[in-house]
């Protein structure tokens, strides 16, 4: 018995397939839980939450375009952090709803759980399945307005923490169509109420890839332009997914001229494949997965079926033309390099976690191995000078692949924790509980000694690193284990590199600090070495940033004194107002600017004082907001391409700022 039955949910007054209307809308259950415990509903009252409810609103304008009824988008960023999404869909219905005595309208946005995607008639797929949609949106925002353009009328409605302030009304007649939401966090419930630009650009730019010939515009009014208008940003594609990992490799050397393009409908189960893969000569898989638009960060049977399928095709290829004669290949061999987007169309997603991180269906394996494996095989019949490349490729990694394990088997012998097994330069903490302990990345050996001597060594472990490490996106696999200072970081903090199914998965279990704390001087080189050692974990120690692991310490820029009175400053900013409230606003000069340039600069006292003590410190947690925005990024500043780092560096020199 499906949910839906289950439920009682199948509607039996639907009207015939395309209509949609208030017949469709079905109701589950009712809001209360949403604001008592948001984060089951929305992941959490964080940043991610925050931008979490953009998306739920923007999931309904996508359903629409799936169903073939919308062709733009608008989100409007406001001056007071408020939002505003318009679509020229359908517009949602504002008819009685016969089991509920209300407007459809307002159903929708205050049932949870209620809403057209319910109803096989209405959406053929939808994102928002799994999802609890934009009633929960209404229920977490201190005031939303929704507008409706739809058969000729003009309706609304406005709500207070997700409760009606009156029925849904005309406002007057309308020759358009669509559906304006526009809401304001509840501040009582979210840490931050600010919206980022680049965090929702990001989401833009991927939904359009995702849903070719969809405009999308966000238009940011707390930015205007010197020209008078609001900065705006536009975001089509024509070539959908083929664009997308183009755009994903900009900053790669290509190893085949254009992407494998692979589209395919299983009429059984209704399943809609498509994929955009392509081969690079960097050393790293680059995968990205979607369910009906859904981000699935975890993958799930979609990429099982994927992988699979260029594993079994590959080797059958390599082993009928006798290019493996050499060499033992496996599984992940044929994944070095590779670019690929999965986007699946599935009509009943069954995703593991309320976050809908992982598609569960089972059935999706055996549909995407097999389209993909067509495909595939096909191509390389054709293509026999791409397949060289590429098969080239594959030998190259297996053995890369079998170098890199003997390195790392050599590291981890040392990383048996008898006591001789830590780094030499390691200063410990005394403490043995990892979830109080930390440890400090520090730059250089003159820093590091003064961390020695300003921390709290009950708690406060320190590692030294010397000089800049290796840049990993540039190295081959066992190069990387043979680097000291990699080396001293994987046996300090007690984690290591394992096999599992053909995938290298990294066992932190006997993870040593909850907290890895990277610290370097406040300079153009302390940047550098940060993002170094940043590429590195995203690389090779991911899990310990998702799990929220990695942090960066933020030491003072300033240290403005007069007489035996001093404030440390971390921007311009604090740095003029501290200057004007000693001098006076006046010319003083027994006010003394001091510019830290390095952490050496500081002694242990002031080290403690301005960026270890947790009572008085800053920390900047290191998230992954989108990972293959990530991927792109860090292959674009850390990798062999020029021109994408020079356009990178020319777009964004405005944001620079010069020390005064």
Known sequence: MSEKEEEGLVSKDANSRGNYDAGNIQ?????????KRPGMYIGGTDVRGLHHLV??????SIDEHLAGHCNNIFVTIHPDNSVTVKDDGRGIPTGMHEKLKKSALEVVMTVLHAGGKFDKDTYKVSGGLHGVGVSCVNALS??????????????????SCGKPLYDVRVIGDSDKRGTIVSFKPDETIFE???????????????LAFLNKGLNVTLIDERDVEEDGSF?????????????????????????????IHITARDEETNVEIEVAMSYNTSYSENLHSFVNNINTREGGTHVSGFRRAVARVFKQ???DNNLFKKITVSAEDFREGLTAVISVKVPEPQFKGQTKGELGNSEVTGVVSRAVGDVLKFYLEENPHKAKLIIEKVVLAA????????????????????GSGLPGKLSDCSSKDPAISEIYLVEGDSAGGTAKQGRDRNFQAILPLRGKILNVEKALEYKIYENEEIKNMFTALGVSIEEKEGEKILNIEKLRYHKVVIMCDADIDGSHIVTLILTFFFRYMKPLIENGHVYIAAPPLYRISKGKQFRYCWTEEERKLATETYSGGKNDDSVKIQRYKGLGEMNAEQLWDTTMDPSTRTLRRVDIEDAAECNRIFSML?????????AFIEANAKYAKVDA
């Open 55 to 60: 998306y739920e609103v923007i999931d309904n």
């Open 638 to 646: 850390m990798g062999d391409e020029v021109p994408p780092r020079r």
């Open 192 to 206: 931050t109420l600010e919206y980022s630009w680049n965090t929702l650009s990001v989401r833009m730019r991927e």
């Open 231 to 259: 900065h705006t940003e536009k975001f089509y594609s024509e070539g959908g997914l083929n664009e997308y990992v183009e755009y994903l490799d900009e900053a790669r050397t290509k190893l085949i001229d254009k992407p």
């Open 142 to 159: 201190s005031h939303l307005r929704v507008e409706v353009h739809r058969e000729g009328k003009k309706f609304e409605q406005e709500y």
């Open 317 to 319: 290829y390599g082993d």
């Open 27 to 35: 109701a589950l259950e009712g809001l209360e839980a949403v604001r």
């Open 399 to 418: 053995t890369a692949r079998q170098a890199a394990q003997k390195a790392r088997e050599m590291v981890q012998r040392k990383n048996v924790l008898t």
